[in-house]
């Protein structure tokens, strides 16, 4: 008995699952997927291989049917290899059903290898990339051409906080998308950042999307999936467990045009992110801490030992992502005398936090009746906006979303 069912019966089966219109080659291979992910842990090499030589359906066919002789030959693994594996994989038969009802009543969406919103980053981890993905959320931001990871400590100190809540806010601002992994810390805080600055940020999970972890971040994540994406290679209704965190940290990495590590110990698990970022090619960057705090030691570790970019402004994150700089604010050589001033004003504005006139007068060393003058002239050309009872930056052009 076939262990894959014809077309008809898989398209059935995935209905509200995937994509419109798929093929019936594309109704299989998705089904197959799903079955694979329910038998393999997270970046299984040798099912990966046959997946890679045989395709999904035949490899599941294959793999878990009866003959097995010379499978592991063509696809560059031994006998013992796919020995080892199915000892691994049979136990997990039957469980498909299961996770494909769960996901349905999470409202997921499973994600295959070559279709057209596959991030194919991922391919980049040759026979460790995920056999498929199931997602919560708008899965057009895995088509940003811009994806910043913002990795660290969970243990985020005030300074950690801050830091990478600025650097979320502003990259999602210009329309970066901001992957992290939804934990307590530096994480949570790269994706209330994103959000806050109504930014879209991807949270890949090391459980099911339909098991938000840590239990404190249920609504974090809940705005994530609203807004933005929640992934995990893991199916509906599998717990996180700490291997499981750290096949997740590849993921993040390889998603990602560049990692940043805001805040991490000697030997914390952001480190594990960073080095997959490193194999894979990818930018990497650190943020500097006080030397005094173990807090930053492991990002003084991969500024010292890894070849880290040093990391302390928004600036610098567009940097790694080959992105230019804001030049909104370059001087007009038609505004004579008061280019200097508006300069002054500009500076003395955030993109994200209003500052009062008076604040505006006091950081750019105007006078009040000066400053609010500039502020209005500013106002007219769209470069500043009023918010609340202050003023607040804005980038002009105004920035477009990237998927």
């Known amino acids: 008995m076939s262990l894959v069912p014809d077309a008809g019966v898989s398209r059935t089966a995935l209905r509200g699952l995937v994509g419109d219109g798929v093929s019936d ?111 919560r959320g708008d899965v057009r931001a895995l088509s940003s051409s811009a994806t910043l990871a913002l990795v660290g400590a969970r243990a985020a100190t005030a300074y950690g906080t801050h830091v990478v809540t600025e650097l979320a806010a502003d990259s999602a601002a210009r329309g970066v998308v901001v992957v992290s992994g939804a934990a307590y810390g530096i994480d949570g805080a790269a994706h209330r950042g994103a959000l806050r600055a109504d930014g879209t940020t991807v949270a890949v999970l090391a459980g099911g999307v339909d098991r938000p972890y840590p239990a404190g971040h249920d609504d974090l994540i809940a705005a994530i999936a609203t807004s933005g994406l929640v992934l995990a290679e893991v199916p509906c209704g599998t717990a996180p467990t700490k291997w499981r965190f750290l096949a997740r940290n590849r993921v993040i990495a390889a998603l990602a045009g560049a990692t940043i590590v805001v805040e991490a110990a000697h030997r914390s698990g952001a480190l594990n992110t960073a080095h997959h970022a490193a194999a894979l090619g990818r930018a990497l ?45 370059e001087p007009d050589p038609g505004d004579g005398g008061r280019t200097d001033e508006r300069t002054r004003v500009l500076d003395a504005l955030s993109g994200r936090r209003a500052r009062a006139t008076t604040e505006v007068a006091r950081l750019s060393g105007l006078s009040v009746a000066e400053a609010s003058g500039i502020l209005a002239l500013l106002e007219l050309d769209g470069r500043v906006e009023r918010s609340g009872d202050g003023w607040r930056r804005r980038s002009e052009p105004r920035p477009a979303r990237l998927w």
């Open 25 to 135: 080659d594309e109704a299989r291979t998705a089904y197959a997927a799903a079955i694979w992910s329910t038998l393999v842990e997270p970046g299984d090499g040798t099912a990966g291989a046959l997946i890679a030589h045989y395709g999904a359906a035949e490899a599941l066919e294959r793999a878990v049917g009866e003959a097995t002789s010379g499978l592991g030959g063509g696809a560059g693994v031994t006998e013992e290899d796919v020995r080892a594996a199915r000892a691994r994989w049979l136990p997990r038969r039957g469980e498909v059903d299961r996770v494909l009802a769960a996901a349905r009543r999470a409202g997921a969406r499973l994600l295959v290898p070559g279709e057209e919103v596959w991030p194919r980053a991922l391919d980049d981890l040759g026979v460790h990339a995920p056999v498929c993905l199931w997602a």
């Open 285 to 329: 960057g650190a943020v500097p801490g006080p030397v005094t705090s173990a807090a930053s030691a492991g990002c003084h570790r991969l500024l010292r030992e890894a070849g880290a970019v040093c990391v302390t402004s928004a600036a610098d994150a567009w940097e790694l992502l080959g992105i230019s700089g804001d030049t909104a604010d």
